[in-house]
């Protein structure tokens, strides 16, 4: 690495922009935070060819964007310290969980931001003195501008009524228990140290869930321990984990989160991928007798090419303990699909994704 820090490029209010600060600290890795504005999110958007943050802007001019290539990349680039099981089935495992931590509590973390009443007015208010800071309107209408905006796209356009508000409600409260009684045993969801399972539910939790009014409430009430780790996990730094050994195997009390990994994430992915292929706009499921409509996500159909390329690369051993852990062989794991779509995004070291501005 140069002796010139990477610049990351993000809201201090931001969900992915945080797990991945949380990520670089834990690693070692020095970086220069820089707040984004609209001009500064354009600069970057045209650098990779993707309107989302973070992004990472590195000392050699390349650029690098979504979190969980980012982390992947920097395994791969700094193997020690290690932020990933050795072991083939706690890493795929790992993965998954890191996968359902970013993208099935994307909801629920939206949800509580722009749903209740006294975190839409401290968030849209954060928004307009930050990312919106370089744009030419008074403060109260920019609030307004990012208020109307923030509940448009991710309550009411993404799928978010009152019939299936209280599933997303018992998401988060349900995620809150089975943390807790994990983490109130072990520092770590997998163990002693930290992995990519952390980070990917880190996002939701520290940013959104452990920050906002009314989430950080009853995480303060009803999951203490998840809100140690928080702090745990943003206070890391490689010494406090040097002795710590990396998971081994796949501890039995992850099953309540593997069930909804399964039960909810793995079955909405597979109707995405459904949707996807017919050229549908929406994808459409039914959870527990509540009917589901949201947009198609090629994002998404890309996460799961990714953890489908994981899984079917196990060997029989490895897959068997997966298999165990998760209740049996996912057939959405196991079903044949064709090549994953490529969302937008380009140039070097770009993840491909689709995720527009999403201000966290």
């Avoid at 990349?73 to 932020?83: G, K, R, S, W, Y």
Wanted: charged letters at 25%; aromatic letters at 10%.
């Amino acid at each position: 690495m140069s002796d010139r820090p990477p610049i990351l490029h993000g809201l201090t209010l931001s969900y992915f922009t945080g797990k991945l600060e949380a990520y670089l600290r834990a690693k070692g890795i020095a970086y220069r935070f820089a707040e984004m504005d609209t001009g500064r999110f354009r600069r970057a958007a045209r650098a990779t060819g993707v309107a989302q943050m973070p992004q990472l802007e590195m000392p050699d001019g390349t650029w690098l964007t979504d979190t969980t290539a980012i982390i992947r990349h920097f395994e791969a680039a700094i193997p020690v310290p290690a932020l990933s099981p050795r072991d083939p089935a706690a890493r795929f495992v790992s993965l998954l969980l890191e996968d359902f931590g970013d993208e099935w509590l994307w909801r629920p973390a939206l949800y509580y931001r722009w749903h209740f009443a006294d975190d839409m007015r401290l968030m849209s208010a954060q928004i307009a003195r930050t990312m919106l800071r370089d744009v030419k309107l008074p403060f109260w209408l920019r609030r307004q501008v990012i208020l109307r905006r923030q509940r448009r796209v991710y309550l009411a356009q993404d799928g978010v009524t009152k019939e299936t508000a209280p599933q997303v409600e018992a998401l988060y409260l349900a995620t809150l228990d089975a943390m807790e009684a994990i983490l109130s045993r072990r520092p770590f969801l997998m163990g002693a140290r930290p992995v990519e399972a952390d980070f990917g539910f880190f996002g939701s939790m520290f940013r959104h869930f452990a920050s906002d009014p009314t989430p950080a409430a009853i995480m303060r009430t009803r999951a203490p321990h998840v809100v140690l780790w928080t702090a745990r996990l943003w206070a890391l730094s490689p010494a406090d984990f040097a002795e710590a050994a990396l998971p081994a195997d796949i501890p039995g009390d992850l099953a309540p989160l593997l069930v909804e990994a399964v039960a909810g994430y793995l079955s909405y992915l597979a109707a995405n991928e459904e949707a996807l292929a017919r050229g549908a706009a929406d994808a459409r499921y039914v959870r527990d007798g509540i009917s589901w409509r949201v947009p198609v996500s090629p994002y998404r159909q890309h996460c799961l090419a990714e953890l489908r390329r994981e899984y079917v690369a196990l060997d029989a051993a490895a897959r068997a303990v997966v298999d165990a852990a998760l209740g049996g062989a996912p057939d959405v794991l196991v079903g044949a699909a064709g090549p994953a779509p490529v969302p937008p995004g380009g140039g070097e070291g770009v993840a491909p994704v689709d995720r527009q501005w999403r201000t966290r």
